[in-house]
Protein backbone atom coordinates (compact mmCIF):
# COMPACT_ATOMS: atom_id res chain seq x y z
CA UNK A 1 0.00 0.00 0.00
CA UNK A 2 1.11 3.69 -1.03
CA UNK A 3 1.46 6.30 1.35
CA UNK A 4 -0.29 8.21 -0.71
CA UNK A 5 -3.21 5.66 -0.17
CA UNK A 6 -3.80 7.12 3.78
CA UNK A 7 -4.64 10.69 2.64
CA UNK A 8 -7.61 11.97 1.70
CA UNK A 9 -8.57 12.32 -1.76
CA UNK A 10 -8.59 16.33 -2.26
CA UNK A 11 -5.52 16.64 -0.22
CA UNK A 12 -3.90 13.63 -2.31
CA UNK A 13 -4.46 15.88 -5.55
CA UNK A 14 -3.80 18.88 -4.20
CA UNK A 15 0.16 18.01 -2.76
CA UNK A 16 0.89 15.88 -6.62
CA UNK A 17 0.04 19.38 -8.21
CA UNK A 18 2.53 20.99 -5.52
CA UNK A 19 4.86 18.46 -6.26
CA UNK A 20 5.03 18.97 -10.03
CA UNK A 21 4.80 22.79 -10.20
CA UNK A 22 7.27 22.94 -7.65
CA UNK A 23 9.45 20.58 -9.74
CA UNK A 24 8.65 22.17 -12.75
CA UNK A 25 9.61 25.66 -11.40
CA UNK A 26 13.01 26.32 -12.76
CA UNK A 27 14.02 22.52 -12.63
CA UNK A 28 15.38 22.52 -9.14
CA UNK A 29 12.15 22.36 -6.97
CA UNK A 30 11.86 19.05 -5.16
CA UNK A 31 9.13 18.79 -2.74
CA UNK A 32 8.71 15.68 0.23
CA UNK A 33 5.97 14.90 2.51
CA UNK A 34 7.62 14.67 6.10
CA UNK A 35 6.63 13.98 9.65
CA UNK A 36 3.64 12.62 10.63
CA UNK A 37 1.78 12.16 7.61
CA UNK A 38 4.50 9.88 6.67
CA UNK A 39 5.05 7.72 9.70
CA UNK A 40 0.99 6.90 10.23
CA UNK A 41 1.29 6.20 6.19
CA UNK A 42 3.47 3.51 6.76
CA UNK A 43 1.65 2.31 9.67
CA UNK A 44 -1.73 2.25 7.92
CA UNK A 45 -3.06 5.63 10.00
CA UNK A 46 -5.45 7.75 7.86
CA UNK A 47 -3.32 11.27 7.76
CA UNK A 48 -5.25 14.15 8.65
CA UNK A 49 -2.55 16.96 8.41
CA UNK A 50 -0.18 17.14 5.83
CA UNK A 51 3.56 18.39 5.84
CA UNK A 52 5.45 18.92 2.76
CA UNK A 53 9.22 19.95 2.93
CA UNK A 54 10.62 22.36 -0.41
CA UNK A 55 14.02 21.45 -1.57
CA UNK A 56 16.37 23.37 -4.22
CA UNK A 57 13.85 26.50 -4.32
CA UNK A 58 13.87 29.57 -1.51
CA UNK A 59 10.68 31.05 -0.24
CA UNK A 60 9.86 33.68 -3.41
CA UNK A 61 10.22 30.92 -5.56
CA UNK A 62 8.02 28.98 -4.10
CA UNK A 63 5.63 31.81 -2.92
CA UNK A 64 5.60 32.73 -6.78
CA UNK A 65 5.45 29.35 -7.93
CA UNK A 66 2.28 28.35 -6.34
CA UNK A 67 -0.20 31.79 -5.96
CA UNK A 68 -1.28 31.34 -8.99
CA UNK A 69 -2.99 27.93 -8.00
CA UNK A 70 -3.58 27.95 -4.35
CA UNK A 71 -4.90 30.21 -1.96
CA UNK A 72 -1.45 30.71 0.35
CA UNK A 73 -1.43 32.02 3.92
CA UNK A 74 1.56 33.45 4.37
CA UNK A 75 1.44 34.48 8.08
CA UNK A 76 4.97 32.43 8.72
CA UNK A 77 7.19 33.18 5.26
CA UNK A 78 10.02 35.04 7.37
CA UNK A 79 10.62 31.46 8.33
CA UNK A 80 10.18 30.07 5.22
CA UNK A 81 6.24 28.00 5.97
CA UNK A 82 3.31 28.35 4.27
CA UNK A 83 0.22 26.92 4.26
CA UNK A 84 -2.14 25.59 1.70
CA UNK A 85 -5.60 27.26 3.13
CA UNK A 86 -8.60 24.99 3.88
CA UNK A 87 -6.74 21.50 3.05
CA UNK A 88 -4.48 21.42 6.15
CA UNK A 89 -1.35 21.48 3.74
CA UNK A 90 1.85 23.00 5.43
CA UNK A 91 4.75 23.78 3.27
CA UNK A 92 8.18 24.55 4.74
CA UNK A 93 11.40 25.01 3.38
CA UNK A 94 14.34 23.19 5.39
CA UNK A 95 15.53 25.01 8.40
CA UNK A 96 18.38 25.74 10.06
CA UNK A 97 17.92 26.15 13.65
CA UNK A 98 20.75 27.35 16.46
CA UNK A 99 20.03 27.63 20.33
CA UNK A 100 20.76 31.82 21.46
CA UNK A 101 19.54 30.92 24.96
CA UNK A 102 17.70 28.06 27.18
CA UNK A 103 14.55 29.03 26.54
CA UNK A 104 11.93 27.58 23.78
CA UNK A 105 11.89 30.56 21.87
CA UNK A 106 15.91 31.89 22.02
CA UNK A 107 16.69 30.04 18.87
CA UNK A 108 17.64 31.12 14.98
CA UNK A 109 15.84 30.08 12.50
CA UNK A 110 16.55 30.15 8.67
CA UNK A 111 15.53 28.71 6.01
CA UNK A 112 18.15 27.01 3.68
CA UNK A 113 16.56 25.67 0.25
CA UNK A 114 20.16 24.14 -0.12
CA UNK A 115 19.94 21.60 2.61
CA UNK A 116 19.82 18.13 1.65
CA UNK A 117 17.13 15.87 3.28
CA UNK A 118 19.59 13.75 5.09
CA UNK A 119 20.84 16.84 6.99
CA UNK A 120 16.81 18.74 7.43
CA UNK A 121 16.31 15.01 8.74
CA UNK A 122 18.92 15.08 11.73
CA UNK A 123 16.91 18.28 13.31
CA UNK A 124 14.02 15.74 13.78
CA UNK A 125 13.25 14.45 17.18
CA UNK A 126 12.62 10.78 16.69
CA UNK A 127 13.65 8.47 13.78
CA UNK A 128 9.86 7.41 13.30
CA UNK A 129 9.30 11.05 12.02
CA UNK A 130 12.64 11.59 9.92
CA UNK A 131 11.42 9.67 7.29
CA UNK A 132 9.63 11.64 3.54
CA UNK A 133 8.29 10.36 1.19
CA UNK A 134 8.27 11.50 -2.92
CA UNK A 135 4.90 11.79 -3.73
CA UNK A 136 5.98 11.75 -7.28
CA UNK A 137 8.31 9.09 -7.40
CA UNK A 138 6.90 7.04 -4.82
CA UNK A 139 10.99 6.69 -3.37
CA UNK A 140 11.50 6.36 0.61
CA UNK A 141 14.39 8.50 2.20
CA UNK A 142 14.92 6.90 5.56
CA UNK A 143 18.63 8.41 6.51
CA UNK A 144 18.17 7.36 10.36
CA UNK A 145 16.37 3.88 10.13
CA UNK A 146 13.14 5.18 11.14
CA UNK A 147 11.22 2.33 8.72
CA UNK A 148 13.34 -0.87 10.75
CA UNK A 149 12.58 1.54 14.00
CA UNK A 150 8.60 1.75 13.26
CA UNK A 151 8.51 -2.06 12.10
CA UNK A 152 9.96 -3.14 15.44
CA UNK A 153 8.00 -0.20 17.66
CA UNK A 154 11.22 1.03 18.69
CA UNK A 155 11.07 4.78 19.94
CA UNK A 156 14.20 6.48 18.88
CA UNK A 157 16.01 9.74 18.79
CA UNK A 158 18.00 11.01 15.61
CA UNK A 159 20.68 12.63 17.25
CA UNK A 160 22.19 15.07 19.80
CA UNK A 161 20.04 17.87 19.06
CA UNK A 162 17.28 16.42 20.18
CA UNK A 163 18.29 17.82 23.56
CA UNK A 164 17.26 21.18 22.04
CA UNK A 165 13.70 21.00 23.21
CA UNK A 166 13.26 19.07 26.32
CA UNK A 167 9.47 18.74 24.96
CA UNK A 168 10.47 15.74 22.89
CA UNK A 169 10.17 13.66 26.35
CA UNK A 170 6.54 14.68 26.43
CA UNK A 171 6.07 14.19 22.25
CA UNK A 172 7.94 10.80 23.49
CA UNK A 173 5.00 9.88 26.00
CA UNK A 174 2.29 10.25 23.56
CA UNK A 175 3.78 8.60 20.52
CA UNK A 176 4.37 5.86 22.72
CA UNK A 177 0.78 5.68 24.04
CA UNK A 178 -0.60 5.90 20.61
CA UNK A 179 1.66 3.91 18.56
CA UNK A 180 2.74 1.12 21.27
CA UNK A 181 6.43 1.83 21.17
CA UNK A 182 9.13 1.14 23.41
CA UNK A 183 11.91 3.35 23.85
CA UNK A 184 15.48 2.61 23.47
CA UNK A 185 17.65 2.56 26.54
CA UNK A 186 19.76 5.17 24.61
CA UNK A 187 16.55 7.95 24.12
CA UNK A 188 15.64 7.07 27.75
CA UNK A 189 19.33 8.28 29.17
CA UNK A 190 19.54 11.47 27.13
CA UNK A 191 16.08 12.11 28.33
CA UNK A 192 17.07 12.19 31.81
CA UNK A 193 19.20 14.36 30.98
CA UNK A 194 16.09 17.28 30.21
CA UNK A 195 13.87 19.34 32.22
CA UNK A 196 10.84 21.22 31.31
CA UNK A 197 11.95 24.18 33.28
CA UNK A 198 12.21 26.71 30.46
CA UNK A 199 9.01 25.26 28.54
CA UNK A 200 5.38 27.35 28.72
CA UNK A 201 2.48 25.56 29.95
CA UNK A 202 0.91 26.01 26.65
CA UNK A 203 3.36 23.46 24.61
CA UNK A 204 3.41 20.99 28.08
CA UNK A 205 -0.72 21.30 27.85
CA UNK A 206 -0.38 20.36 24.15
CA UNK A 207 1.27 16.85 24.39
CA UNK A 208 -1.21 16.10 27.13
CA UNK A 209 -3.76 16.74 25.59
CA UNK A 210 -2.67 14.54 22.92
CA UNK A 211 -1.78 11.78 25.20
CA UNK A 212 -5.51 11.99 26.89
CA UNK A 213 -6.85 11.84 23.35
CA UNK A 214 -5.53 10.05 21.16
CA UNK A 215 -3.14 7.28 23.49
CA UNK A 216 -4.25 3.94 23.06
CA UNK A 217 -1.97 2.55 25.75
CA UNK A 218 -1.43 5.32 28.11
CA UNK A 219 -0.59 3.60 30.99
CA UNK A 220 2.65 2.90 28.65
CA UNK A 221 3.39 6.68 28.15
CA UNK A 222 3.07 7.65 31.69
CA UNK A 223 5.65 4.54 32.51
CA UNK A 224 8.25 6.14 30.13
CA UNK A 225 7.98 9.62 31.86
CA UNK A 226 8.50 7.60 35.02
CA UNK A 227 11.77 6.04 33.40
CA UNK A 228 13.09 9.07 32.17
CA UNK A 229 12.55 10.83 35.71
CA UNK A 230 10.26 12.96 34.67
CA UNK A 231 7.60 12.31 37.34
CA UNK A 232 10.02 14.83 39.79
CA UNK A 233 8.57 17.41 37.65
CA UNK A 234 4.64 16.84 38.39
CA UNK A 235 4.82 15.80 41.61
CA UNK A 236 1.21 14.76 41.67
CA UNK A 237 1.95 11.74 39.45
CA UNK A 238 4.97 10.73 41.62
CA UNK A 239 2.87 10.49 44.61
CA UNK A 240 1.07 7.81 43.28
CA UNK A 241 3.94 5.91 42.89
CA UNK A 242 4.51 3.04 45.99
CA UNK A 243 0.95 4.24 47.52
CA UNK A 244 -0.30 1.10 48.50
CA UNK A 245 -3.72 0.02 48.03
CA UNK A 246 -6.08 -2.29 49.80
CA UNK A 247 -5.18 -6.10 47.68
CA UNK A 248 -8.64 -7.53 48.28
CA UNK A 249 -10.03 -4.28 45.73
CA UNK A 250 -7.17 -3.64 43.92
CA UNK A 251 -4.89 -6.64 43.30
CA UNK A 252 -3.65 -4.76 40.57
CA UNK A 253 -0.82 -2.93 42.95
CA UNK A 254 -0.22 0.74 44.05
CA UNK A 255 -1.98 3.99 43.20
CA UNK A 256 0.25 4.47 40.01
CA UNK A 257 -0.20 1.13 38.67
CA UNK A 258 -4.06 1.63 39.38
CA UNK A 259 -4.26 4.76 37.10
CA UNK A 260 -3.01 3.40 34.50
CA UNK A 261 -5.34 0.60 33.54
CA UNK A 262 -7.65 3.28 34.62
CA UNK A 263 -6.73 5.35 32.11
CA UNK A 264 -6.77 2.49 29.24
CA UNK A 265 -10.03 1.54 30.45
CA UNK A 266 -11.03 5.09 29.38
CA UNK A 267 -9.27 5.20 26.18
CA UNK A 268 -11.07 1.76 24.83
CA UNK A 269 -14.19 3.42 25.46
CA UNK A 270 -13.77 6.78 23.99
CA UNK A 271 -16.40 8.44 21.96
CA UNK A 272 -14.66 10.65 19.33
CA UNK A 273 -15.67 14.03 21.25
CA UNK A 274 -12.98 15.80 21.84
CA UNK A 275 -14.11 18.47 24.54
CA UNK A 276 -16.13 15.34 26.68
CA UNK A 277 -13.24 12.80 26.22
CA UNK A 278 -10.59 15.58 27.26
CA UNK A 279 -12.77 16.36 30.20
CA UNK A 280 -13.18 12.66 31.33
CA UNK A 281 -9.83 11.66 30.49
CA UNK A 282 -8.29 14.11 32.99
CA UNK A 283 -10.67 13.28 35.54
CA UNK A 284 -9.55 9.58 35.13
CA UNK A 285 -5.87 11.15 35.16
CA UNK A 286 -6.34 12.90 38.35
CA UNK A 287 -8.98 10.72 40.18
CA UNK A 288 -7.20 9.18 43.06
CA UNK A 289 -4.84 11.98 43.63
CA UNK A 290 -6.47 12.37 47.41
CA UNK A 291 -5.30 9.09 48.10
CA UNK A 292 -1.45 9.64 49.36
CA UNK A 293 -2.41 11.83 51.41
CA UNK A 294 -5.34 10.00 52.92
CA UNK A 295 -4.12 6.39 53.28
CA UNK A 296 -3.34 4.41 56.32
CA UNK A 297 -3.44 0.76 57.68
CA UNK A 298 -6.35 0.10 60.09
CA UNK A 299 -6.12 -1.83 63.41
CA UNK A 300 -7.35 -4.91 61.31
CA UNK A 301 -4.73 -4.32 58.42
CA UNK A 302 -6.55 -3.18 56.14
CA UNK A 303 -5.23 0.20 53.62
CA UNK A 304 -7.65 2.50 53.67
CA UNK A 305 -8.10 6.10 52.31
CA UNK A 306 -11.05 8.11 53.80
CA UNK A 307 -12.43 10.83 51.84
CA UNK A 308 -9.77 11.00 48.98
CA UNK A 309 -12.54 11.95 46.62
CA UNK A 310 -12.75 15.15 48.47
CA UNK A 311 -9.37 16.08 49.68
CA UNK A 312 -8.07 15.05 46.40
CA UNK A 313 -9.71 18.11 44.21
CA UNK A 314 -7.18 20.70 45.53
CA UNK A 315 -4.30 18.65 44.20
CA UNK A 316 -6.11 18.06 41.26
CA UNK A 317 -6.14 21.55 40.82
CA UNK A 318 -2.35 22.53 41.54
CA UNK A 319 -1.14 19.68 39.08
CA UNK A 320 -4.29 21.35 36.36
CA UNK A 321 -2.65 24.51 36.77
CA UNK A 322 0.27 23.62 35.65
CA UNK A 323 -0.43 22.54 32.13
CA UNK A 324 -3.39 25.26 31.84
CA UNK A 325 -5.21 28.33 32.44
CA UNK A 326 -8.43 27.33 31.24
CA UNK A 327 -11.16 28.12 33.68
CA UNK A 328 -13.55 25.77 31.97
CA UNK A 329 -11.13 22.60 32.71
CA UNK A 330 -11.55 23.71 36.51
CA UNK A 331 -15.23 23.62 36.33
CA UNK A 332 -15.72 20.58 34.40
CA UNK A 333 -12.90 18.06 35.76
CA UNK A 334 -12.72 19.24 38.90
CA UNK A 335 -16.06 18.07 40.01
CA UNK A 336 -15.70 14.59 38.51
CA UNK A 337 -12.98 13.99 40.62
CA UNK A 338 -14.49 14.94 43.78
CA UNK A 339 -17.33 12.58 42.96
CA UNK A 340 -16.34 9.71 41.55
CA UNK A 341 -17.14 7.22 44.51
CA UNK A 342 -20.79 8.42 44.17
CA UNK A 343 -22.67 6.27 41.56
CA UNK A 344 -21.40 2.95 43.24
CA UNK A 345 -22.87 4.89 46.77
CA UNK A 346 -26.16 5.98 45.29
CA UNK A 347 -26.76 2.43 43.57
CA UNK A 348 -25.68 0.56 47.09
CA UNK A 349 -28.55 3.07 48.75
CA UNK A 350 -31.07 2.95 46.19
CA UNK A 351 -31.16 6.54 46.00
CA UNK A 352 -34.38 8.96 45.31
CA UNK A 353 -34.60 11.54 42.73
CA UNK A 354 -33.13 14.31 44.80
CA UNK A 355 -29.99 12.85 45.40
CA UNK A 356 -29.33 12.11 41.41
CA UNK A 357 -30.71 15.83 40.71
CA UNK A 358 -28.02 17.26 43.06
CA UNK A 359 -25.46 14.94 41.64
CA UNK A 360 -25.95 16.28 38.25
CA UNK A 361 -26.03 19.92 39.47
CA UNK A 362 -22.48 19.32 40.86
CA UNK A 363 -20.76 17.54 38.27
CA UNK A 364 -23.13 18.96 34.80
CA UNK A 365 -23.43 15.84 32.89
CA UNK A 366 -24.05 12.63 34.44
CA UNK A 367 -22.50 10.87 31.89
CA UNK A 368 -19.20 12.20 32.34
CA UNK A 369 -19.27 11.29 35.90
CA UNK A 370 -20.31 7.22 34.71
CA UNK A 371 -18.00 7.17 32.03
CA UNK A 372 -15.24 7.88 34.92
CA UNK A 373 -16.45 5.83 37.21
CA UNK A 374 -16.58 3.01 35.00
CA UNK A 375 -12.79 3.46 34.22
CA UNK A 376 -12.13 3.44 37.97
CA UNK A 377 -13.91 -0.21 38.27
CA UNK A 378 -12.05 -1.63 35.26
CA UNK A 379 -8.60 -0.48 36.62
CA UNK A 380 -8.05 -3.39 38.72
CA UNK A 381 -6.69 -6.13 36.57
CA UNK A 382 -7.35 -9.52 37.50
CA UNK A 383 -10.86 -8.27 39.06
CA UNK A 384 -13.52 -8.89 35.73
CA UNK A 385 -16.41 -6.30 35.13
CA UNK A 386 -19.60 -7.33 36.37
CA UNK A 387 -21.41 -5.13 33.69
CA UNK A 388 -20.99 -1.94 35.68
CA UNK A 389 -24.61 -2.33 36.86
CA UNK A 390 -24.76 0.71 38.98
CA UNK A 391 -23.79 2.86 36.00
CA UNK A 392 -26.48 1.74 33.95
CA UNK A 393 -28.77 2.24 36.58
CA UNK A 394 -27.74 5.89 37.07
CA UNK A 395 -27.92 6.37 33.46
CA UNK A 396 -31.77 4.77 33.29
CA UNK A 397 -32.40 7.19 36.54
CA UNK A 398 -31.24 10.32 34.78
CA UNK A 399 -32.76 9.60 31.31
CA UNK A 400 -36.10 9.69 32.95
CA UNK A 401 -35.35 13.36 34.69
CA UNK A 402 -33.91 14.34 31.43
CA UNK A 403 -30.48 15.21 33.36
CA UNK A 404 -28.38 12.81 31.67
CA UNK A 405 -25.99 14.99 29.94
CA UNK A 406 -26.94 18.06 31.43
CA UNK A 407 -27.37 19.79 34.57
CA UNK A 408 -31.22 20.55 35.98
CA UNK A 409 -32.09 23.34 34.72
CA UNK A 410 -33.75 26.09 37.06
CA UNK A 411 -37.32 26.38 36.09
CA UNK A 412 -37.65 29.98 38.37
CA UNK A 413 -35.89 32.85 36.78
CA UNK A 414 -35.29 36.61 37.81
CA UNK A 415 -38.26 37.33 35.82
CA UNK A 416 -40.39 35.36 37.53
CA UNK A 417 -39.65 37.72 40.49
CA UNK A 418 -40.11 40.60 38.35
CA UNK A 419 -43.59 39.40 37.48
CA UNK A 420 -44.10 39.51 41.90
CA UNK A 421 -43.04 42.89 41.02
CA UNK A 422 -40.20 42.91 43.29
CA UNK A 423 -37.53 45.00 42.61
CA UNK A 424 -34.06 43.85 41.70
CA UNK A 425 -31.63 43.53 44.70
CA UNK A 426 -29.05 41.11 46.78
CA UNK A 427 -32.15 39.28 47.67
CA UNK A 428 -33.14 38.10 44.45
CA UNK A 429 -29.99 35.11 44.15
CA UNK A 430 -30.83 34.45 48.13
CA UNK A 431 -34.48 33.27 46.95
CA UNK A 432 -34.01 31.66 43.62
CA UNK A 433 -31.36 29.94 45.22
CA UNK A 434 -33.32 28.65 47.58
CA UNK A 435 -36.08 28.05 44.90
CA UNK A 436 -33.63 26.04 43.22
CA UNK A 437 -32.69 23.76 46.44
CA UNK A 438 -36.42 23.10 46.40
CA UNK A 439 -36.49 22.36 42.70
CA UNK A 440 -33.57 19.46 43.49
CA UNK A 441 -35.80 18.24 46.12
CA UNK A 442 -38.76 17.64 43.80
CA UNK A 443 -40.78 20.20 45.39
CA UNK A 444 -42.01 21.20 41.65
CA UNK A 445 -41.06 20.46 38.51
CA UNK A 446 -43.27 22.23 36.29
CA UNK A 447 -43.66 26.01 35.99
CA UNK A 448 -46.79 26.65 37.29
CA UNK A 449 -46.28 24.59 40.72
CA UNK A 450 -42.91 26.26 40.75
CA UNK A 451 -45.05 29.90 40.51
CA UNK A 452 -47.06 28.73 43.55
CA UNK A 453 -43.77 27.84 45.29
CA UNK A 454 -42.44 31.16 44.64
CA UNK A 455 -45.40 33.15 46.08
CA UNK A 456 -45.63 31.20 49.29
CA UNK A 457 -41.10 31.49 49.34
CA UNK A 458 -41.82 34.71 48.60
CA UNK A 459 -43.80 35.55 51.58
CA UNK A 460 -41.69 33.92 54.00
CA UNK A 461 -38.65 35.63 53.46
CA UNK A 462 -39.76 39.38 52.73
Request: hydrophobic letters at 40%; one cysteine or more.
Amino acid sequence: MSILDNIQNKQKTALLKVAEILRDTKGSGRALLVGGCVRDGLLGIPAKDIDIEVYGLDADAVEAALKPHFRLDTVGRAFGVFILKGLDIDIALPRRESRTGPKHTDFKVEGDPHMSPREAASRRDFTINAISYDPLTGEQLDPYNGIPDLKARRLRHVSEAFSEDPLRVLRGMQFIARFDLTAAPETIALCRQLSPEHLPMERLWEEWKKLILKGQQIRKGLNFLKDCDWLQYFPELAALDGCEQEPQWHPEGDVWTHTGHCLDAYAAHRIDDEWEDLVVGFAVLCHDFGKPDTTYTDDNGRIRSPRHDVLGVPIAKTFLERLTRQKKIFEEVLPLVEQHMRPLALYRDGAGNSAIRRLAARVKRIDRLVRVAHADKNGRPPIESDGYPEGQWLLDKTAELAIQDNAPKPILLGRHLLELGIKPGPHFGKILDRAYEAQLDGAFTEEEQARDYLKKLVTEIL
